[in-house]
């Protein structure tokens, strides 16, 4: 789920509704037979993992929780609720966290078989097959390559919208890319980017669209975590599995990789028990997936801003993630406050620091900002809690939750000449043309 357990919970100010019967995620027990192919899918009930409520009265207390290894979803007026593993339960009591309940993922989420119905979402083919498809479409505009390879050696695909390069061309355009599923539960965080692809090329011939396709380079990763993915969703029913594929040491399977950046890696909030949801892995970039986002990033600096989906909670996160203190550098931050603030009034989801709800560290965005000043964002997306759904919302999600994101992203694409004057303009790039492939107004 989020890069940050922050966005996996709802917003401080509010409480939260209960735990949704249908899911929450993380899971990643499974040891891999073979290093090239994901295991077989074992049933809920021998996942190890078990849902856990702690009191929580404060901040304090949920991140004890999670500096224990609970990977925590849900919050309600004092209480915390998540994934944890037996040794992380332990560690909770030994930390002195009174336990409320402990529950098994079945009792606590009952059947997951795959809903037909969401074969609307895409699996590692199907992104692949669209992807070239856009290409097909739009050659002068749209190109497609791949930035590395995963555990099991798939291609972490990379779709560029620009005019003058393709494929991994140098260009000097200002550049913004927009990342899905470093989790691998978090399957609407792959539709997203590929839908806003997509629509940039729909409406390519639309003033303002056809203005930032000259102006900007464009890149969307739909999918890091093509591995995960794919064992979430293997045998048609769904895993609740968070992390890479990767065969640990002990046995079990996965390192998160939204804690394996080395921007503060092996800090609070990433466990160090490869058991736990949110292991950080023996090193920081110690998975191939981590690394090619590097080489990615690295590779291009004109690179400016970067977007990361993730799912749920409904909030726009800037850093720190991975410490209480804001960012030093007072310029700065007033654009990430007003640009935070700005996509806030466009969808609807909450803005704030991603370390408001709890200290978690390694994650993409403080290193995309620490390491190269390159102004990042999370996105906590659709829905608010699991008792909407969770990181399983439906296929409705799709559609819907694509539409609130469509302003927020012409306005970063517009802001990636110069992120830092969104703290002084006064008028916002709010272009979003009708959608010629679904027929729709924007408001």
């Known amino acids: 789920m989020k890069p940050l ?19 929450d995620d993380q899971s990643d027990k499974t040891p891999l037979v073979r290093k090239d192919a994901p295991p077989a899918a074992a049933p809920v009930e021998m996942d190890p993992r078990m849902w856990v409520e702690v009191e929580a009265p404060g901040k304090a207390e949920r991140q004890a929780a999670v ?80 930035i590395g390879k995963s555990t099991l050696g798939k291609d972490l695909w990379a779709v560029r919208l620009t005019r003058g390069a393709a494929g991994d061309q140098p260009s000097a355009k200002p550049g913004i890319v927009f990342l899905g599923a470093h989790h691998a539960r978090e399957h609407l965080s792959t539709e997203v980017p590929l839908l806003l692809a997509k629509y940039l090329v729909d409406n390519r011939d639309q003033p303002e669209i056809a203005r930032l396709l000259e102006s900007r380079d464009i890149y969307f990763i739909p999918m890091v975590n093509p591995d995960g993915v794919e064992y979430d969703v293997e ?31 092996g800090g609070g909030g990433a466990s160090l028990d490869p058991d736990d949801d949110t292991y950080r892995g023996p090193s ?50 007033a654009a990430f406050k007003a640009m935070a603030g700005e996509m806030a009034r466009m969808t609807g989801y909450t803005p704030e620091q991603s370390s408001a709800l709890y200290i978690a560290t390694g994650d993409t965005c403080d290193w995309a900002w620490g390491k190269k000043g390159i102004f990042s964002f999370t996105f906590e997306l659709t829905p608010k809690s699991m008792w909407n759904g969770g990181f399983y919302p439906g296929a409705n999600a799709i559609q819907t939750t694509f539409q609130a994101n469509i302003r927020p992203a012409l306005y970063l694409i517009d802001l990636a000449d110069d992120p830092r004057r969104a703290a002084t303009q006064t008028k916002v790039f709010a272009a979003a043309p009708a959608s010629k492939s679904q027929g729709e107004t924007i408001p």
């Open 235 to 265: 045998g048609g029913r769904y895993h609740m599995h968070r992390k890479n594929m990767a065969k640990n040491g002990d046995g079990s399977t996965g390192v998160d990789l939204n804690r394996n950046y080395s921007w503060g890696w």
């Open 67 to 146: 500096d224990a290894g609970i990977s925590l979803e849900e919050l309600a007026p004092g209480m915390a609720a998540g994934f944890a593993a037996p040794r992380a339960l332990a560690r909770a009591k030994a930390a002195g966290l009174k336990i409320r309940s402990v529950v098994t993922l079945r009792q606590r989420f009952g059947s997951l078989d795959f809903p037909e119905k969401d074969a609307l979402y895409h699996n590692d083919q199907e992104l692949k097959a669209e992807m070239l498809s856009l290409a097909a479409r739009a050659p002068d505009l749209v190109s497609m390559f791949s």
């Open 284 to 333: 920081p970039f110690s998975e191939p997936e981590s690394r090619a986002v590097k080489t990615f990033v690295e590779g291009r600096p004109n690179l400016k801003v970067l977007l990361s989906y993730h799912t749920f909670s409904e909030l726009i996160l800037y850093p720190w993630g991975g410490s209480d203190d804001p960012i030093p550098d007072a310029k700065a931050l």
């Open 5 to 23: 357990a922050a966005a996996l919970i709802l917003c401080a100010a509010s409480a939260l509704a209960l735990p949704d019967p249908r899911f």
